[in-house]
């Protein structure tokens, strides 16, 4: 077998070298455009998980690593002159330029042909001539763009700008340190690569790539507009190192920062929708690339190689090793896109969180990614953790989910929400026994607060046939029956109605007979903003008038007038997920040019106008929530400074906090999925504007919920799909963290199941079978 590896970095290297062990048959050359010595950027950071890859592939390759890592386990974070430190976090780090060194040696001593300082042919051309071309080229991949029609890569540019350097000297801990300039802020990711010689003294001034004081990789970033004022887009590389040394003085002694070829590059996180073409496969950044706030480049890298040669050798073919590779990798890698993507964005609205208490602060930071949670940072440093928790507000013992939160008149004694979930078991509106039980089973079952789903202001505002509503009194007599019975069963548990008008996405079947589609016969109606539909093939709304916006709008305080004399505690007036309020809402589905149309400003109007005729109405004491769609994961469509605009308009109008979903608005949208997907934005509006947010989407355990409240990213989480798979969702979450508190009492039937049941034999008691 030929194969022609394109770039020689440490994933094309390592791929050739465990190649070659594989099969030494096989005939591999690998070119590399630059010397063997040309390096860019100084340390790399390989995970333990990684390292036990290498060692079980290639010994050799990890022998002669080990005797070079650096290893740390602390994070010290750096902000308004003081350092806070977590610990048991695990680092390795070595100088990149020693670990290709090890891999140039490993390919010869191997019998790879290496070509230095040497342009590869075209991917096209390596493959005629080659059994398999591996394009390991970098983030610019010259393969990648030569066949982007076969690939099809989606490039995202982000909002900072970055630069690499070294600093002559070992750092004890991984640092993380924030600069508050004149322009802006910058932040400081830095860590050690390389370790002091055993003779060094602190006094030893640093010289060079093998400072007797060891090395550390220093990376500084910033938001474009903070990068351009501070004048770092007219600078050149010695220019750049020095207003990085002298912005990041205290941090570095002193010290001046090396460069080499640095320069300033705004992120760009590669997606393709294709890993292989042909006999040409893509490898490490041409394939994918992760921000470095996680350290995983490099990590990546390796792992695809060391994936790929197991493939090839696993696999009867070429064409079948290069499928079952990227079916193995894709998950990991997109698993890892989203956690830098998540910490990514973190940095880029780190000013946003600069005024919160110092150790919340800290902690945010450390979990920005959502792989580090609150009970995978106690086990790493409980201290820490317990400070983070009092200085919370934490009662000894409590975990934050069960800590009270208030809403005006309102105290919901934790921070869990059963969010709504439509049901579509009522019968002409009117909700019975069904949700008699589903709603009390969940009140029952410990959260703060528990939503109804969208009830519908009327009957041409319903969904389906089996939506429930509040516009006759028949309707709303059966609503009373069920929060008489949660306050009566469940005291202490709030109930909330979430009203709503289904807008274009109306007189469709039942879900589970098919979501979204046109009823088969007995159509109603459909009214919206604009007459677009849903989606191919579903009905078209009629454009609503002047006359028919303040008839909707009366619907809607009719049916809060009702909802108060049920006894609900809270109201919710949703205005996401497309339906009709949040059709104005969207500039893909409002096309309107009179007063309620155009500017954010007129497609805020009419659900303002709403807003504050059943503010009017609702009880002055219990309070009302908004829930929007913070994007809609389509261009063209509301985005995340929209959402800010939005909660800040509703909230000038006296919503007491803003229950923050995404999407369901186009029917072509593009959802980002992952856990806690939708968190970022709930984040970025309590942070930015100061006011309450209920945070959804993709939230599935107490852990993340405990996560999300003390890094202050929201204030209340709410959960769907758990409750539906566990009623008692919020008391098995206490059971199971041994909490026995005001905030989750077991209602006094139930109490004898209060602790968590034994799992069978596998933990019982074992006899001695043995003598020493």
Same mark, same amino acid.
């Given at each position: 077998m030929r194969v022609a590896v394109i770039g020689g970095g440490p994933g094309g290297l390592y791929a050739a070298a465990l190649l070659k062990r594989l099969d030494p048959a096989r005939e591999i050359t690998v070119w590399e455009r630059n010397a063997p010595d040309d390096t860019f950027g100084f340390g790399?950071?390989?995970?333990?998980?990684?390292?036990?890859?290498?060692?079980?592939?290639?010994?050799?390759?990890?022998?002669?690593?080990?005797?070079?890592?650096?290893?740390?386990?602390?994070?010290?974070i750096v902000h308004r002159g003081r350092t806070l430190t977590s610990g048991g976090h695990g680092f390795a780090a070595l100088g990149r330029r020693r670990l290709l060194a090890v891999l140039h040696q490993r390919c010869r001593d191997l019998g790879v042909d290496l070509?230095?300082?040497?342009?590869?042919?075209?991917?096209?051309?390596?493959?005629?001539?080659?059994?398999?071309?591996?394009? %390991? /080229?970098?983030?610019? *991949? =010259?393969?990648?763009? #030569?066949?982007?029609? @076969?690939?099809?890569?989606?490039?995202?540019?982000? !909002?900072?700008?970055?630069?690499?350097?070294?600093?002559?000297?070992?750092?004890?801990?991984?640092?993380?340190?924030?600069?508050?300039?004149?322009?802006?802020?910058?932040?400081?990711?830095?860590?050690?690569?390389?370790?002091?010689?055993?003779?060094?003294?602190?006094?030893?001034?640093?010289?060079?790539?093998?400072?007797?004081?060891?090395?550390?990789?220093?990376?500084?970033?910033?938001?474009?507009?903070?990068?351009?004022?501070?004048?770092?887009?007219? %600078? /050149?590389?010695?220019? *750049? =190192?020095?207003?990085? #040394?002298?912005?990041? @003085?205290?941090?570095?002694?002193?010290?001046?920062? !090396?460069?080499?070829?640095?320069?300033?590059?705004?992120?760009?996180?590669?997606?393709?929708?294709?890993?292989?073409?042909?006999?040409?496969?893509?490898?490490?950044?041409?394939?994918?690339?992760?921000?470095?706030?996680?350290?995983?480049?490099?990590?990546?890298?390796?792992?695809?190689?060391?994936?790929?040669?197991?493939?090839?050798?696993?696999?009867?073919?070429t064409a079948s090793a290069l499928a079952a590779y990227e079916a193995e990798r894709r998950p990991v890698v997109a698993s890892t896109q989203r956690a830098a993507r998540a910490s990514l964005a973190w940095f880029e609205e780190l000013a946003t969180y600069l005024d919160q208490p110092p150790h919340q602060f800290a902690f945010n930071l450390l979990t920005r990614s959502r792989r580090v949670t609150h009970d995978n940072l106690r086990l790493r440093d409980e201290r820490f953790t317990r400070t983070v928790e009092r200085e919370y507000g934490c009662p000894d013992g409590t975990p934050p989910m069960f800590t009270p939160f208030r809403l005006r008149g309102l105290t919901l004694r934790n921070r869990v929400v059963v969010s709504p979930m439509d049901m579509y078991s009522a019968h002409d509106g009117v909700p019975g026994d069904f949700h008699l039980v589903h709603l009390g089973a969940r009140a029952l079952g410990g959260a703060g607060l528990v939503m109804t789903e969208m009830v519908c202001v009327s009957e041409q505002g319903r969904i389906t046939p089996g939506c429930a509503g509040l516009y006759t009194p028949h309707q709303a007599a059966a609503w009373q029956r069920i929060?008489?019975?949660?306050?009566?069963?469940?005291?202490?548990?709030?109930?909330?109605?979430?009203?709503?008008?289904?807008?274009?996405?109306?007189?469709?079947?039942?879900?589970?007979?098919?979501?979204?589609?046109?009823?088969?016969?007995?159509?109603?109606?459909?009214?919206?903003?604009?007459?677009?539909?849903?989606?191919?093939?579903?009905?078209?709304?009629?454009?609503?008038?002047?006359?028919?916006?303040?008839?909707?709008?009366?619907?809607?305080?009719?049916?809060?007038?009702?909802?108060?004399?049920?006894?609900?505690?809270?109201?919710?007036?949703?205005?996401?997920?497309?339906?009709?309020?949040?059709?104005?809402?969207?500039?893909l589905t409002n096309e309107r040019t009179d007063a309620y149309g155009g500017s954010l400003a007129g497609r805020l109007r009419f659900p303002l106008d709403v807003f504050d005729a059943v503010r009017e109405v609702w009880p002055a004491e219990r309070p009302m929530t908004v829930r929007i769609s913070a994007t809609d994961w389509a261009d063209g469509g509301t985005t995340a400074d929209d959402a800010v605009a939005m909660a800040a308009a509703f909230a000038e109008h006296g919503a007491d906090a803003i229950d923050v979903s995404t999407g369901q608005v186009v029917s072509d949208e593009r959802p980002e999925f992952g856990r806690s997907y939708q968190t970022p934005f709930a984040d970025r509006i309590r942070n930015t504007l100061g006011i309450p947010v209920i945070a959804v989407g993709a939230i599935s355990s107490w852990d993340d919920v405990n996560s999300l409240l003390l890094a202050g990213r929201t204030d209340l989480c709410a959960l769907a799909r758990p409750h539906l798979y566990d009623p008692h969702w919020t008391l098995h979450a206490a059971a199971e963290q041994g909490y026995t508190g005001p905030g989750a009492p077991w209602p006094l039937p139930y109490q004898a199941g209060s602790r968590t049941p034994p799992t069978g034999r596998t933990n019982a008691p074992k006899p001695r079978l043995t003598l020493r």
């Open positions: 790399v950071v390989l995970s333990d998980e990684t390292l036990g890859g290498i060692e079980h592939a290639d010994p050799v390759v990890y022998r002669a690593l080990q005797a070079e890592f650096v290893r740390w386990d602390d994070i010290d070509r230095f300082s040497a342009e590869a042919p075209p991917a096209a051309e390596l493959a005629r001539g080659y059994d398999l071309v591996i394009a %390991a /080229d970098g983030v610019h *991949s =010259a393969t990648r763009t #030569a066949h982007a029609d @076969a690939f099809r890569p989606r490039p995202t540019t982000h !909002r900072c700008r970055y630069i690499w350097l070294a600093a002559d000297l070992a750092f004890g801990a991984f640092r993380f340190e924030i600069a508050e300039t004149e322009h802006g802020v910058a932040q400081l990711h830095a860590y050690p690569y390389a370790h002091p010689s055993p003779d060094h003294h602190p006094s030893s001034r640093p010289c060079g790539p093998q400072s007797p004081s060891g090395a550390s990789t220093v990376i500084v970033e910033m938001r474009e507009e903070v990068w351009r004022a501070a004048g770092l887009d007219r %600078a /050149d590389e010695r220019e *750049s =190192a020095e207003w990085c #040394a002298k912005t990041f @003085a205290d941090a570095l002694g002193g010290r001046p920062l !090396r460069s080499n070829n640095s320069s300033w590059t705004a992120f760009r996180t590669v997606v393709n929708d294709r890993w292989s073409y042909g006999n040409t496969v893509l490898l490490g950044d041409a394939a994918h690339t992760a921000h470095f706030s996680i350290g995983s480049g490099t990590k990546l890298a390796v792992e695809d190689a060391l994936a790929l040669a197991a493939c090839l050798q696993e696999q009867p073919d929060t008489d019975f949660v306050h009566a069963q469940s005291p202490g548990t709030a109930l909330g109605v979430q009203l709503g008008h289904s807008g274009r996405k109306g007189s469709t079947q039942l879900m589970w007979n098919g979501i979204d589609e046109p009823l088969d016969h007995g159509n109603w109606p459909l009214v919206a903003a604009s007459p677009l539909p849903y989606r191919p093939g579903s009905q078209r709304p009629h454009e609503l008038t002047q006359a028919e916006l303040t008839a909707i709008r009366d619907q809607f305080t009719a049916a809060a007038r009702r909802a108060a004399r049920c006894g609900f505690d809270l109201l919710e007036l949703h205005c996401a997920h497309g339906y009709l309020l949040s059709g104005f809402l969207s500039p």
